[in-house]
């Protein structure tokens, strides 16, 4: 970030900034997952002035969007997290969005607040696959699907809306139609499906 060959473009149209807050870390162990971090410790942590430093240079785009990101964007301490928002809307006010793109296991309700605090649109990304004979995700311990229907439902009453992000294989392709129609009956409108190669 600190190379002075690297140059922002210069746009009337925004830009989108990937802030992965804990490296790959992650508490699921998902079998498909390209960041290959299998241990709970931080491979990373993004202090909030380094973002601080990150928004300094596109301070002339009409509107940024951060997207969350990780690993697991939510193993990022709380505390951490208000002090980001806060630079951010200090930074940015009434020019600014927030994406979360979380698995939904440490969704709760201070989270949701911390992020209703972000004097922003807020838009919450939760991974979810339909159940199936074998689950590619895994919350070891855990049944995690149940635990992130929950949260959907958490994420739904405080911000009205909530994006789902699956992956099918051949082990749950037949269970789409029902993962859909339970969806809908969430109250979700908005799924993306990736295909796993």
């Avoid at 749950?172 to 990736?194: A, C, H, P, R, V």
Wanted: charged share 20%; with cysteine; net charge neutral.
């Amino acid at each position: 970030m600190h190379n002075q060959n690297f140059q922002m473009p210069n746009s009337s149209a925004g830009c989108t900034i990937v802030l992965k807050l804990t490296g790959s870390s992650c508490n699921m162990r998902c079998s498909y997952c390209y960041e290959l971090d299998a241990s709970n410790r931080f491979s990373a942590i993004l202090e909030p002035m380094c973002v601080e430093s990150i928004i300094n240079r596109v301070l002339h785009f009409p509107e940024v969007r951060f997207l969350l990101h990780g690993g697991e964007p939510l193993l990022y301490p709380k505390p951490l997290m208000r002090t980001l928002l806060k630079i951010i809307k200090d930074q940015l006010p009434g020019r600014h969005s927030i994406q979360l793109q979380t698995n939904g296991t440490l969704i709760d309700d201070e989270w949701l607040e911390i992020l209703a605090g972000a004097d922003s649109q807020v838009a919450v990304s939760i991974s979810l696959d339909p159940p199936s004979t074998q689950s590619l995700r895994m919350l070891p311990g855990k049944d995690y699907y149940p635990i992130v229907r929950d949260r959907i439902k958490l994420v739904l009453k405080y911000f009205g809306m909530a994006g789902i992000v699956s992956v099918a294989h051949q082990a749950n392709i037949t269970y789409f139609q029902t993962f859909m129609n339970e969806l809908i009956d969430m109250g979700i409108s908005y799924l993306t499906i990736n295909k796993l190669r």
